[in-house]
């Protein structure tokens, strides 16, 4: 059991930290959903065959809020885009137990150390439709000889950071790109962008969870069984 809760944590935590977009129609409250394609290696085959394959975000302000179904867990993911504060939360109704682990600024740039360093992004001129979005392409470069595209949007504009420090040099919304978290390849392609009242947020630790550190819920998986 805990084997897959660890798989969805790493999920979560990946994709939040991956989806972060910066921009004609503001947009401070509502949801972005993502479709997720993933390039794994071979070591991590096993983990994408349970990662999901669309994700949708909520936003409210500098907060976001994701949640996803993790094996018998409900895995909740809160982070403050603007200090890079973050809290998850695992709901595991029927074992009883809800964990809380709080997230520092170290925490996210950790994980964003993990990955390449992007650069070098050049506008191409090149126009097409994504979705209901007018987006132009963007061709960029990381520090270990890759090179990628993306896809950018003046439609709409969303909370500053969105996107995060990747890709602070974009001008525009994402609506299709490339990023590495935890070592894994995984390009996203925005769905729907939608205003819609949510939240608020907050950081605090909800009452009845009990806080771990992230070492601490990874190590449970020994005893927990699959």
């Known amino acids: ?32 959903t993502y479709t997720v394609e993933y390039t794994p290696t071979a070591e991590q085959e096993a983990m994408v065959n349970v990662l999901p394959k669309e994700q949708k975000v909520k936003f409210n302000g500098n907060m976001i809020r994701m949640e996803m179904e993790q094996g018998p867990a409900t895995i909740v993911v809160l982070q403050d885009i603007a200090s890079n504060l973050g809290l998850v939360l ?13 997230r520092t600024k170290e925490d996210h740039d950790k994980d964003i ?11 191409t001129g090149e126009k097409k439709m994504i979705g209901s ?10 520090d270990k000889g890759g090179s990628y595209e993306l896809w950018t949007t003046t439609d709409v504009e969303l909370p500053a950071g969105f996107s995060g420090e990747d890709f602070k040099d974009v001008k525009g919304s994402l609506v299709k790109f490339t990023n590495f978290r935890q070592g894994l390849k995984q390009t996203l392609t925005v769905k729907e962008i939608k205003e819609e ?30």
């Open 197 to 226: 009242k949510n939240g608020p947020y907050k950081l605090d630790v909800p009452s009845g969870y009990e806080v771990k550190t992230m070492e601490e819920i990874m190590a449970m998986q020994g005893g927990g069984g699959e």
């Open 90 to 102: 695992i709901d595991v109704p029927v074992a009883q137990m809800q964990f809380a682990v709080k």
């Open 1 to 32: 059991m805990f084997k897959s809760i660890k798989t969805g944590v790493l999920a979560a935590i990946l994709i939040s930290s991956a989806i972060y977009a910066h921009a004609q129609k503001k947009i401070t409250e509502g949801s972005v």
């Open 113 to 123: 150390a993990s990955g390449p360093k992007f650069s070098d992004f050049k506008a």
């Open 133 to 142: 979005y007018n987006a132009e392409k963007y061709t960029y470069k990381d």
